[in-house]
């Protein structure tokens, strides 16, 4: 028998309370052992819900019970979760997180001390909600160089540019749509903003280049300034327009960033859509690869946890080998960044300007009183050089 703690009954902790008792014999049958919540840990009370027979409020109860194997921490934030699972990896107990931002900024370490304690440190979850990506990533994907990963790795975003787009859907109405569904963080910047993706970003690209990157070095573009004139464009073109956290190795330099990107049909994340996520990985050998399935949501997330509880009853007594140095990586700057941008200037007729600032461009028909264009691959500096004397209604990255 193996008992699980959960730490945090929200949106995650009761999905992953709910399917390891709905699916207990299956989940029990795949682990190898009887698998039971022996505790969940929240601040709060839930008269009347079934949790209550194994509610505590202190950390300690739970740290200080040598027959609790396992640690789901689904609390999300930094503090206290840092601390509750060093505590637990400390005291012999694996531990399994949904917590990109925890992940994003210890995972080095925690993965360091769970070794030292022959545990595991699990966090499926934590990149792309349901989808398996961190396995394959560092279990199956052993052969290849990834050159780039491009991800949708935001499900409140994806959704929220999905329903302008099909739609036409006004930005704060489809928001709160995502909130009411509990796609979206308690605090909507981080999905917006692009904050979100950002830790998932980093935690992909410090485990396909095997060193840390440091979230706060990774330069971050949310969609607030996306409209639904954009929208317009893209469909005389055949393109869309995602959130992507992308990460690039051009020779040794990694490039890391989170944007909104021009995405053409021909690449499939451009029918990726509503609160789906996908992570297009490209192997030298291999080719494209991608994964897809839910981002975000109570139960999807959670059987990505459940998966790694599975995972951590399996590998008693022995350590996953996961590559994650805490060596710093110096990522390539986004001025020396290298991709197409989709450019909107204001003035019908200012394709002479444009052409004198960029060359050759394909130029977009507009309704507007503008000249819409995509330029080609040029640098992040060039681009700002080429555009200084144009008045830019806006400009947003292609994938190329
Ligand atoms: N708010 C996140 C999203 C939840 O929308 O994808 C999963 O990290």
Excluded at 27 to 56: C, H, M, Q, T, W
Excluded at 143 to 165: A, C, F, R, S
Excluded at 355 to 364: L, P, S
């Amino acid at each position: 028998m193996k008992n699980i703690a959960i730490l945090g009954y929200g949106t995650v902790g009761s999905g992953v309370y709910k399917i390891i008792n709905d699916n207990n014999s299956h989940i029990s049958r795949r682990a190898g052992e009887d698998v039971k919540v022996k505790y969940v840990l929240d601040l709060r009370d839930f008269p009347g819900d079934p949790v209550e027979e194994v509610l505590v409020h202190d950390i300690d109860t739970i740290i200080e019970d040598k027959d609790v194997d396992i640690v789901v921490e689904v609390m999300g934030g930094v503090e206290p979760a840092y601390t509750f699972v060093k505590r637990a990896l400390l005291a012999g107990k694996s531990a399994c997180t949904s917590n990109k931002e925890l992940v994003a900024k210890h995972g080095a370490e925690l993965l360091q001390i769970a070794a030292d304690n022959k545990v595991n440190f699990f966090f499926e979850a934590s990149v792309g909600g349901g989808i398996p990506i961190i396995r394959p990533l560092i279990e199956c994907l052993t052969v290849d160089h990834l050159e780039e990963i491009q991800g949708i790795m935001n499900g409140t975003t994806n959704y929220i540019l999905t329903k302008m787009e099909d739609e036409g859907a006004d930005f704060d109405t489809v928001l709160k749509d995502a909130q009411d569904l509990g796609y979206a963080e308690r605090n909507p910047e981080a999905d917006i903003e692009g904050y979100d993706a950002c830790r998932k970003i980093a935690i992909l690209s410090s485990l396909a280049y095997e060193k840390q990157v440091d979230f706060e070095d990774i330069y971050t573009e949310g969609i607030t300034k996306i409209t639904t004139a954009d929208f317009d464009y893209m469909k005389k073109i055949g393109a869309s327009i995602k959130l992507l956290g992308m990460a690039r190795k051009e020779g040794s330099v990694v490039y890391s960033m989170v944007a909104p990107f021009v995405i053409y049909s021909d690449n499939p994340l451009y029918n990726v859509k509503d609160v789906f996520n996908a992570i297009l990985l490209r192997g030298d050998m291999l080719g494209d690869v991608m994964f897809y399935g839910k981002g975000a949501g109570s139960l999807p997330t959670a059987s990505a946890v459940v998966s790694d509880i599975v995972d951590a009853v399996k590998r008693q007594g022995e350590t996953a080998d996961i590559l994650w140095s805490d060596t710093k990586r110096q990522l390539g700057s986004v001025d020396a960044f290298k991709t197409p941008y989709f450019v909107r200037i204001k003035g019908a007729d200012a394709k002479d300007k444009v052409k004198e600032a960029f060359g050759d461009v394909q130029f977009i028909d507009s309704d507007l009183d503008e000249t819409a264009f995509i330029t080609g691959v040029m640098t992040g500096s060039d681009f700002k050089a080429a555009s200084a004397g144009l008045e830019v209604v806006s400009r947003i990255r292609v994938s190329a």
